[in-house]
């Protein structure tokens, strides 16, 4: 290796190594939470010197609780999270990048185009990923951007490698059979942590049942019929609409397509001491205005709540200012609902709603999820939604 390539050398090794640890703690935060139990987690730019995260506020944890972060979710419990496929491309391409050096190859072009190969793929997902993060969640994880970072210096330092191979020697022909046996590596490195985790992993419970309503009837005209499908199988879940792990439960149904299979209808339950006389403090300031309005919205109630999920960040920080602020603002949104914010006849609906809930002897939390009058378990409406969910509904797994 010569003097000049030597450091594009050594910075694409830490640029792979960077990688793996960023993928590893990703990784060991999303097989922690399999265990049906909270767990703060790392977001962080530099892993392991910064707090964790317990509050699920952070980008870290909306990402890790997106529909997102895993694959296979309803084949097997908790899905096959990314993070593990990104921890083994990147072990992989240590393991060349360091077994180049070692063999002194650097300067042959047929092995640094491949390496400039394989760092496409972290590249691309990685692209991806930052635009659906964006785009999508409205939020950026850390350890994700440290993933980006390390993938787009991963593939420039490679392409520096091989220009700087391709030039220092006379071209030679393509190695297929060298090509195959490098690849083949890679699925090894792909397959063997696969594997691990599947075995390893925690197991779902074989007995996950968490209740059913006592009184599954809606004598009041409380239950919102706000999803699309009608004739799937009975289902309502509780939500507050300034509730973000809300928002994330209607996000994995949608993205799961079981929302379609399900004849969803909607219960309000704001967080918010203004009206609801079984928070001490609230939780989520202005979710009783946000409550009103999507009551006040009849058939426009569903596109409401919508975009009241899709604006959370900014009631959340009209809410804390002033509560009063959050039905202002959804009143300058959808006119036609300001006559009827704060009016009797309103909040005693939503009162009756609350009361729904107090009937049914709930806990005083959201998201909760019913489906044929018996509970989601609260620890499966993230990560093992889809498994929990499509086993229920076809008739297993109960």
């Known amino acids: 290796m010569n003097a000049t390539a030597k450091p594009v050398w050594i910075l694409m090794a830490l640029c792979a190594l960077a990688g793996a640890i960023f993928a590893g703690v990703s990784t060991h935060d999303y097989v922690a939470h399999l265990d049906r139990q909270v767990h703060a987690i790392t977001c962080s730019y530099i892993p392991g010197l910064a707090s ?8 870290c944890h909306v990402t890790m609780m ?8 309803s084949a097997t419990w908790g899905g096959v999270p990314i993070a593990l496929g990104a921890l083994s491309v990147f072990a992989f391409l240590l393991f060349r990048i ?17 390496l400039l190969v394989a760092s496409l793929l972290p590249l691309a997902v990685s692209i991806g990923y930052f635009i659906l993060s964006v785009a999508v969640l409205g939020a950026v ?4 951007v440290g ?8 593939f ?30 890679g699925v090894v490195f792909v397959a063997v942590p ?32 706000l999803g699309e499908a009608t004739g799937g199988a009975p289902a309502i879940e509780l939500v507050d609409p300034l509730c973000p792990a809300c928002r994330g439960l209607g996000q994995r149904l949608a993205a799961s397509g079981l929302d379609r299979r399900l004849a969803l209808e909607t219960v309000l339950f704001p967080l918010d001491k203004s009206c609801n006389w079984m928070v001490q403090e609230s939780v989520h300031p202005g979710a009783c205005a946000a409550s009103e309005a999507v009551l006040c919205g009849g058939a426009q109630g ?46 005693a609906k939503l009162n009756r709603s609350l009361r729904w809930a107090v009937g049914n002897s709930l806990p005083v939390l959201t998201p909760q999820l019913f489906v044929n009058g018996e509970k989601v378990c609260d620890e499966d409406t993230d990560l093992g939604l889809e498994y929990v969910l499509s086993r229920r509904l076809a008739g297993a797994g109960r």
């Open 52 to 59: 964790t995260d317990a509050s699920g506020t952070s980008g």
């Open 66 to 73: 997106s529909p997102y972060s895993a694959v296979l979710r």
């Open 98 to 114: 360091v077994g180049l050096i070692l063999a002194g190859k650097t300067a042959e072009a047929g092995e640094t185009r491949f």
């Open 141 to 144: 994880c850390k350890l994700c």
């Open 147 to 154: 993933i980006y970072a390390s993938s787009l210096g991963l």
């Open 156 to 185: 420039v330092t490679a392409l520096v490698a091989h220009l700087g191979a391709a030039r220092g020697a006379a071209e030679a022909p393509a190695s297929w059979g060298r090509f195959a046996f490098s690849f083949a590596e």
């Open 194 to 225: 696969l594997l691990l985790y599947l075995f390893l992993k925690p197991a779902y419970p074989a007995t996950g049942k968490c209740g059913d309503l006592l009184h599954p009837e809606d004598r009041y005209g409380v239950r919102l019929k």
């Open 302 to 347: 569903r596109e409401i709540l919508a975009w009241t999920f899709a604006h959370q960040e900014e009631l959340h920080e009209l809410g804390r200012a002033d509560p009063a602020k959050v039905g202002a603002r959804l009143a300058a949104q959808f006119p036609a609902i300001a006559g009827c914010l704060g009016k009797p006849e309103v909040r």
